[in-house]
């Protein structure tokens, strides 16, 4: 069974820093892009970041550009993002996302993404 698991979410004041992190079991994902989405309270899923199967290349939402990274570990299944500088507004739930296998470069559309992780919440106070 394929399981998505986040991990790192927690409450921080602004400014500061969070890394979360997403492994992968069940299959392994070194084919397939990964990505992070959020969900702040009463707003629609959106986009945040999409990296491709080697971790060589990556793309990000506007609103997080410059503050977050992604990255990929492949021999660990595992997919981090790095978020520095953060705001307010970045409070969501944040979820990973892995597509398909024979990806053929990184995605920022949901419907590209065939499996989802749980979420983990991030909490930013100003």
């Known amino acids: 069974q394929v399981q998505l698991v986040e991990s790192g979410g927690g409450l921080v004041q602004a400014g500061g820093s969070l890394r979360l992190s997403c492994v992968a079991s069940?299959?392994?994902?070194?084919?397939?892009?990964l990505g992070w989405f959020r969900q702040g309270p009463g707003k629609e899923r959106e986009f945040a970041a999409g990296i491709n199967w080697s971790g060589s290349s990556s793309t990000y939402a506007d609103s997080v550009k410059g503050r977050f990274t992604i990255s990929r570990d492949n021999a660990k299944n595992t997919v981090y993002l790095q978020m520095n500088s953060l705001k307010p507004e970045d409070t969501a739930v944040y979820y990973c996302?892995?597509?398909?296998?024979?990806?053929?470069?990184?995605?920022?559309?949901?419907?590209?993404?065939?499996?989802w992780g749980q979420g983990t919440q991030v909490t930013v106070s100003s």
């Open positions: 996302a892995a597509s398909r296998a024979d990806a053929s470069g990184w995605y920022a559309r949901p419907r590209e993404y065939a499996y």
């Open positions: 069940g299959r392994s994902f070194s084919g397939s892009a």
